[in-house]
């Protein structure tokens, strides 16, 4: 989970903070990754795990993976894992300065986001797909590892972004789930018709605007890169942020919330929908009690070109150097195993990268929770590039001149445009 600098928007305060505890999330080049790409992690050795490894791992994730360890060590009884919780404010210049050192632990839990950055140095290892194949996961989790074709580490779990909405009101209206563009916005006027003050909440610029705003760039059919390079002023970018204007100028959604506003007004009925992640199921039944739940429902993101939306998670990787690499991508192999996953999630409630692990137990039974699931199939992520970071706070700002400024869709690309050609992909 990548620190992020301070919110220009209150409203950012609401959703933003969420997103930035659970968001850490293309090839640099633009491109898919395949197994059939040519590998440079030599094979790991057959038969049970032996030696010692260390695990670095933040937030419930570290504090909880030792379930996991034992689990590992009971089937492996001449292996030992060591695990080192971080808090997530402090992983990231933690890493950094282990690698610098060369006193890199033999596993880490890295943010997806992060993953350019840290493999452009050379530290992580190849991930060895005869071991843990590319196929195992979702395709969008999967990129998130992989830099210039290559993966570097496995995406141990996932989180994306559905739509949520007040099903009520909706079936006051009279509008269904969006299958499109035309559909959301539908959605989003039926919803204010039948009481609410503001059909959908969409950030309006500030930290993380642009997790919420790039699938509606995907959907559209737009690329983030070309050749190489940034790639932020096309067509089907514009087009996308005028659509994604169009939600503030026609005051379909607010430009500012208060903290804890964006909740409390989707139970209170003022707020008609938003887009967010699994985390914010739990959040609703705290705020709205267990009655609430008949109120609001899930939907997948609508579909124009796709219907793409956002992936981010958390990815493990093995460090070079790593004095027991064979134990260590084995531990790796374990833990993305679709039953590991199913236990794991049933231990922090972290959503599994294995497709296989939403086949059966809550994660196929539990209909909002197969939602997920389902947009899972159709989720990408920013390039897998050192600087994105960079890049993602000048979308960020520049979708706030847009909204709250009110500058054009146009003049809003070319700036982006200009300034992440500027900052370059650091490849």
Not at 46 to 60: H, N, R
Request: hydrophobic share 40%; aromatic share 8%.
């Amino acid at each position: 989970m990548p620190a992020r600098r301070h919110l220009a928007v209150p409203f950012a305060l609401t959703l933003a903070a969420v997103l930035a505890v659970a968001a850490c999330g293309r090839d640099a080049s633009g491109g898919d990754t395949a197994d059939g790409a040519e590998n440079a992690a030599p094979a790991v050795a057959d038969g049970p795990a032996t030696g010692d490894i260390t695990v670095w791992a933040m937030g419930a994730e570290g504090e909880n993976l030792d379930v996991l360890a034992e689990e590992f060590t009971a089937a492996n009884p001449d292996a030992t894992v060591d695990v080192t919780a971080i808090p997530w404010d402090a992983a990231h210049d933690r890493i950094a300065t282990a690698i610098a050192a060369g006193e890199t632990p033999d596993v880490s839990l890295v943010g997806t986001t992060w993953m350019g950055e840290f493999a452009a140095t050379g530290a992580l290892e190849p991930t060895p797909t005869d071991l843990v194949p590319a196929d195992r996961f979702f395709p969008g989790p999967w990129e998130t590892t992989v830099l210039d074709g290559q993966s570097y580490g496995v995406p141990w779990y996932t989180e994306t972004r559905v739509l949520y909405y007040r099903s009520d009101l909706a079936e006051q209206a009279g509008v269904s789930e969006p299958q499109d563009w035309e559909g959301l916005r539908d959605l989003a006027r039926g919803l204010q018709d039948a009481g609410a003050e503001h059909g959908i909440a969409l950030q309006p610029g500030g930290t993380g605007a642009w997790q919420t705003f790039l699938p509606f760039a995907w959907q559209n059919g737009a690329e983030l890169t070309a050749d190489g390079e940034p790639a932020l002023d096309s067509p089907e970018m514009v087009e996308a942020l005028a659509y994604y204007r169009s939600f503030f100028t026609d005051g379909l959604s607010p430009l500012a919330l208060e903290q804890g506003e964006l909740e409390q007004g989707f139970v209170d009925g003022r707020i008609g929908a938003f887009v967010s992640g699994p985390w914010h199921m739990s959040l609703l039944d705290e705020q709205g009690g267990e009655a609430f739940r008949e109120s609001w429902d899930v939907a997948v993101m609508p579909a124009e070109e796709t219907g793409a939306s956002f992936v981010g998670g958390g990815n493990l990787v093995v460090f070079e150097g790593s004095d027991d690499r064979d134990t260590a991508w084995k531990f790796l192999e374990f833990v993305t195993r679709a039953d590991v996953q199913q236990t794991w999630y049933e231990t922090v409630s972290a959503l599994p990268t294995n497709p296989e692990a939403w086949e059966s137990g809550d994660l196929a039974d539990d209909e909002r929770l197969a939602t997920f699931g389902e947009q899972l199939a159709e989720a990408q992520s920013p390039p897998v590039a050192p600087t994105w970071e960079q890049i993602a706070e000048v979308v960020d700002s520049q979708l706030e001149r847009m909204t709250v400024a009110e500058d054009e869709p146009a003049a809003v690309a070319t700036r982006m445009q200009e300034e992440a050609a500027a900052i370059g992909l650091g490849g």
